[in-house]
C-alpha cells in the first residue's frame, strides 16, 4: 500500500481558489478507529466557513476539510470493529470531524453507519453530516412529535430536504422556506406541505395563516441574526426554536415577553466538537429507526452535483451561490 495520498487542502484562507489537489502522507487508524478507502466526500456549508478561516478544526481533527465520507473499510481496530460488526471490506458511510476530502480517512468506529442497501457511494457520502445533524436537532433537541408543526428555514439546503422527509417520516406537518418559486416547488416535490418564497412574502404571517394563528412547534433555523426575533412571533405555545447556524449573524434581539408568555424554548447546537460517545448515540438511532427508511426508499438522498475532487473548489462556488437544492458531492476516481 502507498504511504502518501492526494488530498484537498486550504493553502490560504479566503476564496475557493485556496482549494488545492496535494499529497499527504496517508492517516493511521488508533484505538477505536478503522481506515475508510474514499470513494465519496460530502460538502458542507462548514466546510466554507473553514476555508474562509472561521471555523478551526478541533483539537485532534485533520486540517483537510470534509465532514462526512463513503467508502470501503481497509483497516482498523479490530476490537472495535467486530464489537460494532464490521470488517474489512465492508462498504461504509461516516461523519468525521475533519479530514474528508482525501482519498483515506480515519474515522470513529462508532461513528461509521453501513451504506444503505441499493444507495450508490455518491449517496451514502451525502448522508452523516446531514442525518446526524437534522436526527440530534429536530428530534433530540427540539422533539419534534407526529402532529406537531416543523417550519425549516432554508428548505431546499442539504440539511432542510433531509429534514422535510425525516419529518414527514415521522408524522409532522412540513412548512419551508426558500429563495425562490422554484426552490420551493422542489420542497413540495420532496414532501413539504407548504413552502414560502421568503423574498416575496413574509414568513411569520404565513405561518401565523397555515396554522391558524397558532404557530410552529418547532423551528430549525440556520440563519440566527434577526430571524430570531421573527420566529419568537410565530412559534406556538411551548415551542422550540433550534439554532444549528448564524448565516445572518450572531447577535439576535427579541421580545423576551413572548418567550415567558408563551413558553418558549431557544436553544442551539454545534455537533463537530462533541465527543465520540455523544456522536455514537445518534448513529445507533439512525441505524434503528432512519436506515430502514433509505433502504425502502421511503427517506432518499437528494444530489444536485457531483465533482472531481481536483474540482472542490468549483464545489464551494457552487454551495456559496445557494443556487442548488441538496447535496454537492466530491468523488475520488483513479
Not at 319 to 328: A, D
Request: charged share 20%.
Amino acid at each position: 500500500m502507498t504511504t502518501n495520498m492526494r488530498a484537498v487542502e486550504i493553502t490560504a484562507f479566503g476564496p475557493p481558489e485556496g482549494l488545492k489537489l496535494s499529497e499527504r502522507p496517508m492517516p493511521n487508524a488508533g484505538k477505536g478507529e478503522l481506515l475508510i478507502r474514499v470513494l465519496a466526500s460530502g460538502v458542507n456549508r462548514p466546510d466554507v466557513i473553514q476555508r474562509k478561516g472561521h471555523y478551526a478544526p478541533p483539537p485532534g481533527a485533520s486540517d483537510i476539510p470534509g465532514l462526512e465520507v463513503a467508502g470501503v473499510v481497509e483497516s482498523g481496530d479490530a476490537d472495535a470493529m467486530a464489537k460494532a460488526g464490521i470488517r474489512v471490506g465492508d462498504r461504509v458511510c461516516a461523519l468525521v470531524a475533519g479530514g474528508g476530502y482525501a482519498e483515506w480517512c480515519v474515522a470513529p468506529v462508532e461513528q461509521c453507519l453501513p451504506a444503505p442497501a441499493g444507495l450508490s457511494d455518491v449517496e451514502a457520502a451525502s448522508l452523516p453530516e446531514t442525518f446526524f445533524t437534522v436526527w440530534s436537532n429536530v428530534f433530540d433537541r427540539g422533539q419534534l412529535k407526529a402532529g406537531e408543526t416543523l417550519l425549516i428555514q432554508g428548505g431546499s439546503s442539504g440539511i432542510g430536504v433531509t429534514a422535510i422527509q425525516l419529518a414527514k417520516a415521522f408524522g409532522a406537518t412540513v412548512i419551508v422556506t426558500a429563495g425562490s418559486d422554484d426552490k420551493c416547488a422542489n420542497c413540495l416535490s420532496l414532501g413539504a406541505d407548504h413552502a414560502i418564497n421568503y423574498k416575496t412574502q413574509d414568513f411569520v404571517a404565513e405561518v401565523k395563516r397555515i396554522t391558524d394563528g397558532k404557530g410552529a412547534d418547532v423551528v430549525l433555523d440556520m440563519v440566527a441574526g434577526d430571524y430570531v426575533a421573527r420566529e419568537v412571533e410565530c412559534v406556538a405555545e411551548d415551542g422550540r426554536i433550534v439554532i444549528i447556524a448564524v448565516q445572518g449573524g450572531v447577535k439576535s434581539e427579541f421580545n423576551a415577553g413572548l418567550v415567558l408568555r408563551r413558553r418558549i424554548t431557544i436553544t442551539g447546537s454545534t455537533l463537530r466538537p462533541r465527543p465520540v460517545a455523544f456522536k455514537a448515540a445518534i448513529a445507533q438511532a439512525l441505524c434503528e429507526r432512519v436506515w430502514p427508511l433509505l433502504e425502502s426508499g421511503k427517506v432518499r438522498p437528494i444530489i444536485h452535483s457531483v465533482f472531481p475532487a481536483a474540482e472542490a473548489a468549483r464545489a464551494h462556488e457552487l454551495m456559496e451561490s445557494n443556487q442548488h437544492t441538496g447535496k454537492i458531492i466530491l468523488t475520488w476516481g483513479t
